[in-house]
């Protein structure tokens, strides 16, 4: 098979992205993960550059036009776009790695040219957009234990090492030996176990609080569910309501999701009066998802609403929604593409990673989106986060695979962290998950509902949070290391050790 026809290419990379896919559409199937890539890298390895470009970028169309199919509630050329460009971000590693082909272990290069790929979409396109790191679709596996060690990185590696294991093995059931089929089985079932055995260290938490999880819902789905803000900040109230109602139930502070608040009560009467009627019966802080307008800009904030409207305490997104929240080259593309009018206003980035805090509880708060990036969980525990708390709205995607996507993001931040986390959001899933990961409730989608959390506090911060900046430049030290010696092609030890010397 050492020619292989343009369709056969095709074939086999659409097949190896679709089971990547299938991974992350289904946690039970985890070890599909590691076998796409074995599929992959087996195939392309020592071809014609062609074949590199033309399989891996097969790979790459197949899963993101199966991963954010949830894209399309926002518009079909959206989605045809995102796909292409996350495409061809990706196919990028068939270049990369057919420069290193002829370099010393070079299915350890591949899959450290991987995770460079995804470690650069932390940044780009558009501020980044790291959905799709092959460590959020398998917290269930055992290599998602790596994740307190080494964050998103190591658990790629955990995932690619079995990949370069099963590439021979594939090649002795092909050749029917059976004896070596079976070293490399073993091997695998090995370090699998390896993984397994790993886990957060058994910490003792520092205090335990209780805070109210309220998902009060949306009139309706889609792109214009925020016509209807008042009614959304109505349905919070009114389920707020129902828990206060119960009596036995105690708590120490109200968590909203995001734009559960989309009328900034600084400046809106009718949206201010609503909440203070609430925060006489309550008595508590109610930490909220808002919307301010400073005038030229909008925010999206979780905001501190207590007795005082006390506009101070209060954590803005970093991670901004392109398109969503902002819109790039506003002044070329504004009046051609109709829907972008419901944006008139971008919103404002936030600048700093700051904690809320009620009584002594310093918690994390993350909006949404930004669940998907390393930096922001990392730093806010850096500065004594004890748990965190998502804040989301998820009414543009209801019923689509983006809210369980996320919702296995937010599991694998707890693992990550070793912090417990609670999920508030507009529509579902809202969740209280532990800091292994596992879940200890959580919402169907589309139903006022409220929790009560017994939250543990933890203070230990694990080598993924402390050396998270360091893990990323780590990662683009080894691609640069590839790219400035890629004339060669033949990277050997002696590169990689004066390499670091001076890096060092």
């Given amino acids: 098979m050492n020619n292989l026809q343009l369709q056969t290419k095709i074939i086999i990379g659409s097949l190896s992205g679709l089971l990547l896919s299938t991974a992350f559409s289904n946690n039970n199937l985890w070890f599909l993960m590691p076998i796409s890539f074995a599929i992959l890298w087996g195939i392309i390895h020592k071809r014609l550059i062609s074949d590199y470009l033309v399989i891996t970028f097969s790979f790459c169309l197949v899963f993101w036009a199966t991963h954010i199919t949830w894209i399309i509630a926002i518009g079909l050329d959206a ?7 996350m495409s061809l971000i990706y196919g990028l590693t068939g270049l990369f790695m057919y420069w290193s082909r002829n370099i010393i272990f070079p299915f350890f290069w591949y899959a450290m040219i991987f995770i460079g790929i995804e470690t650069f979409t932390q940044f780009f396109p558009f501020g980044g957009f790291p959905w799709a790191k092959i460590a959020y679709g398998s917290v269930d596996a055992p290599w998602s234990n790596l994740a307190f060690i080494g964050s998103t990185q190591l658990v790629a590696f955990g995932i690619l090492f079995v990949s370069i294991l099963l590439i021979p093995m594939m090649g002795f059931i092909v050749q029917k030996s059976v004896f070596p089929t079976l070293v490399f089985l073993i091997s695998i079932a090995a370090i699998l176990l390896f993984y397994q055995s790993l886990g ?5 938490p520092i205090s335990e609080t209780t805070v109210l999880l309220v998902q009060g819902s949306v009139p309706r789905s889609g792109l214009f569910f925020n016509e209807q803000k008042y009614a959304v900040l109505e349905n919070h109230i009114n389920e ?4 206060l109602a119960t009596k036995e139930l105690n708590f120490d502070a109200i968590l909203w999701p995001e734009n559960s608040i989309d009328v900034d009560p600084f400046r809106d009467k009718k949206s201010k ?4 009627k609430l925060l006489k019966l309550s008595e508590k802080p109610i930490f909220a998802g808002a919307v ?15 007795n005082d409207l006390d506009k101070n305490m209060s954590y803005t997104k970093v991670h901004l929604v392109p398109f969503g929240e902002y819109i790039p080259f506003r002044n070329l593309i504004e009046g051609r593409i109709g829907r972008l009018n419901l944006i008139s206003k971008d919103f404002k980035r936030g600048v700093d990673f700051n904690n809320l805090k009620f009584n002594d509880v310093i918690f994390s708060p993350i909006i949404c989106f930004e669940v998907a990036w390393n930096d922001v969980l990392s730093n806010q525990i850096l500065n004594g986060a004890q748990f965190v708390s998502v804040h989301t709205n998820n009414a543009t ?13 937010s599991r694998f931040r707890a693992k990550e962290s070793g912090r417990e986390v609670v999920i508030s959001a507009t529509t579902g899933i809202s969740a209280h998950i532990s800091r292994e990961g596992k879940v200890f409730w959580k919402s169907d989608e589309f139903m006022p509902n409220h929790h009560v959390a017994r939250i543990k506090l933890y203070k230990d911060i694990t080598s993924a949070v402390k050396y998270n900046t360091w893990i990323n430049i ?19 030890s002696s590169h990689i050790t004066i390499s670091y010397a001076v890096f060092c």
């Fill in 240 to 243: 707020t309501k129902k828990a």
């Fill in 292 to 306: 301010l307008d400073s005038g030229s800009k909008l925010s999206n904030s979780v905001l501190l609403i207590n």
């Fill in 200 to 204: 957060n260290k058994k910490e003792v």
């Fill in 474 to 492: 780590s990662i683009f030290f080894v691609l640069f290391i590839l790219i400035i010696d890629r004339k060669s092609t033949r990277l050997n």
């Fill in 273 to 276: 009066e609503m909440l203070e």
């Fill in 79 to 85: 989605y045809i776009l995102l796909t292409l460009l």
């Fill in 397 to 409: 995607y209801a019923f689509t695979n983006q809210i369980k996507q996320q919702f296995e993001i």
